[in-house]
């Protein structure tokens, strides 16, 4: 038997069998495949299923029938994945197998295809070429490190995906930062790499688990070097003349009227009531640093890099991550992130250098993962052994390429820059 | 009772949330690169119909709703009180005029409706798009007078009050559109 799935439109999911015989769509009451739409005409087309073959015919309707995106004149026979287009509804052919119900409903059949235009595919890959000549220009070498690893980042808020093999836990790479100054412990001066980052549960709008991500170090530089050189690859690569700086202190005090150093946790609770914005519903395991998170991204970050490119920087120390303290103001940690648009779009670091530093802030992250019912990760590596042999001074910076396609693209969806998005890969 | 994960959450989702059932109609996932995920949901209360903002963080969760969305059929109404049959396990249904709100003008004895039950109880019954009604009443239209712009009130045989083109006369059959509650046209009577 043969059967019609519509995969797009009203009714998704909807499965109809086709058995020998003579089968008309449309909007009559009496029409076998009835679809109340008023593009649909009452007898729309027709189905005739004999043995092995269907034949399709448009029964002269107002709107047509397309399939596989030509119009059908009068009749055609169908092959077994044909799809069928009729006002606003998608439909699937199958000539024989039955797809699967259940399937059907949530594994929308068209999805082979790709989310992103081939148009804005080209693009993607022009972007990515002037990307890579930026760097080759500046002297970068190309690096690629495992993207499998005994070793993970320890966040408090990412979180990798293991992989068991044999009795051994890997993970799927977060960013490629430990490698990717183990290569500096190694040797290496100046080097970037463009590779797939994994991270569980983030999907939406701006994310998807698995996207693409740009990431470089250097040694020598100093912070100011660093933003500098992150500052020129966004006006080179998305057209602007200039770029901002701004601290994080000074964006709290110029926008919230708070300086996010010396505020307590209890006059920032207080200050966030005050303030109209959906909080979240339950603040139990929320401290300091969730708080200015909450306000940097419902009433900062909105405002950032609408004229230029705008680097935050100085972020307060209590979020330093994999960045050194400063040494002029202990309050601040020499981690700086770029926002264009609105759109957080890198994150960097004067890097920590000092691995029992770095051992202390794992085991600290680690207890709040307890806290928050999450899995402990590793927080010994590789990283430290190549620490305590010795990391040369550098900064390094980590950016989405899928959001800087977005931004270039003028594209509002990070689908509408990758083909495959999670749910489709 | 089973509950959702802010990773599952999603567009479509029944959960409940005060011990109301709701629809999730929106859910923006918002994230900064090193800080906690939030969920940023809009919610449409399932009985009542209005709209709740909800923010999430990364790790919380809501229980699931018992909803189920099924066909049945209107039987009769006995004053304040309507009552339903579930077209698969001939179920019945009492709803209150409050539960069936303004669709009780388009209930006609033995009409398929589409119903909505929370833990097996009926929270909205919702009539067919359009539904096909026979004038009882009206005031006979001034002759000559076939233009559609002017109407006039006239009583259906479900005794609510629809406005129709002027041209409409007792005994007429006229369409009318359930989620408006315009007039659609008139239906020539085979």
Same mark, same amino acid.
């Given at each position: ?195 797939? &980052?994994? /991270?569980? #549960?983030?999907?939406? +709008?701006?994310?998807? *688990?698995?996207?693409?991500?740009? !990431? ?116 601040? &940690?020499? /981690?700086? #992130?770029?926002?264009? +648009?609105?759109?957080? *779009?890198?994150?960097?670091?004067? !890097? ?74 | ?190």
């Amino acid at each position: 038997m043969a059967y019609l799935i519509i995969t797009n439109g009203l009714d998704q999911g909807q499965l109809y069998e086709l058995p020998e015989g003579k089968h008309i769509l449309g909007r009559d009451e009496n029409a076998e495949i009835h679809i109340d739409l008023s593009a649909v005409s009452r007898k729309h087309a027709s189905f005739e299923v004999s043995g092995t073959r269907t034949v399709i015919r448009d029964l002269e309707s107002s709107n047509g029938t397309l399939v596989n995106d030509s119009p059908v004149s009068d009749s055609l026979e169908l092959i077994d994945g044909d799809t069928i287009q009729i006002a606003d509804l998608v439909l699937q052919f199958f000539a024989s197998a039955k797809p699967h119900e259940a399937d059907a409903k949530t594994k929308n059949l068209s999805h082979f295809q790709s989310t992103a235009s081939v148009e804005t595919l080209k693009a993607r890959s022009d972007l990515m070429k002037q990307l890579r000549t930026c760097f080759y220009d500046a002297g970068f070498h190309e690096v690629e490190t495992p993207m499998l690893s005994a070793d993970t980042v320890v966040d408090r808020y990412l979180h990798p995906i293991p992989v068991h093999l044999a009795s051994q836990k890997y993970w799927l790479q977060t960013s490629p930062e430990f490698a990717m100054k183990r290569l500096l412990s190694s040797g290496m001066d100046a080097i970037f790499q463009i590779c797939h &980052a994994f /991270r569980d #549960e983030e999907a939406g +709008q701006f994310h998807n *688990l698995e996207f693409t991500m740009v !990431e470089w170090y250097r040694i020598g530089d100093s912070t100011e070097q660093a933003m500098d050189f992150l500052g020129q690859l966004a006006m080179s690569m998305l057209g602007y003349e200039e770029f901002d700086k701004l601290s994080y202190q000074t964006a709290f005090q110029t926008i919230l009227q708070i300086d996010p150093l010396s505020i307590t946790e209890q006059e920032l609770v207080e200050a966030i009531a005050s303030l109209d914005f959906e909080t979240p519903v339950d603040w139990r395991g929320l401290g300091k640093d969730d708080w200015l998170d909450l306000l940097l991204t419902e009433f900062i970050q909105p405002r950032l890099g609408l004229e230029r490119p705008c680097i935050l920087y100085n972020y307060p120390a209590s979020q330093s991550a994999l960045a050194r303290l400063h040494p002029e103001d202990e309050r601040v &940690a020499e /981690r700086f #992130e770029l926002f264009v +648009q609105g759109i957080e *779009l890198a994150n960097g670091y004067h !890097e920590l250098l000092d691995a029992s530093e770095l051992q202390k802030r794992n085991l600290k992250t680690n207890a709040l993962r307890q806290l928050d019912d999450r899995p402990q990760l590793p927080s010994d590596s590789y990283l430290l052994s190549a620490m305590r042999h010795g990391l040369p001074d550098c900064c390094g910076v980590a950016l989405g390429f899928d959001r800087l396609a977005m931004l270039a693209l003028d594209k509002s969806s990070i689908d509408q820059v990758i083909p495959f998005p999670f749910d489709r890969a | 009772m089973a509950s959702y994960k802010t990773n599952d959450f999603r567009k479509g989702l029944r959960v409940e949330i005060d011990n109301e059932p709701y629809l999730m109609i929106e859910m923006n996932f918002v994230k900064p690169g090193k800080g906690n995920a939030l969920y940023k949901c809009k919610l449409r209360n399932l009985i009542r119909g209005t709209v709740l903002d909800r923010t999430y963080k990364g790790g919380d969760s809501l229980e699931a709703a018992d909803v189920e969305e099924i066909d049945c059929q209107f039987l009769y109404r006995q004053t304040d009180t309507f009552y339903f049959m579930n077209n698969t396990d001939y179920d019945q249904y009492e709803l209150s005029e409050e539960q069936v709100g303004d669709f009780w003008k388009y209930l006609k004895e033995g009409m398929k409706c589409h119903a909505v039950l929370w833990n097996g109880n009926p929270i909205t019954i919702t009539p067919p798009n359009h539904v096909e009604l026979t004038v009882e009443f009206c005031e006979p239209g001034a002759k000559g007078d076939t233009a559609t712009n002017v109407t006039k009130p006239v009583k259906v045989e479900t005794g609510a009050e629809i406005i129709c083109p002027a041209f409409i006369e007792m005994g007429n059959v006229i369409k009318v559109d359930t989620r408006t509650g315009d007039y659609v046209e008139r239906v020539n009577i085979k």
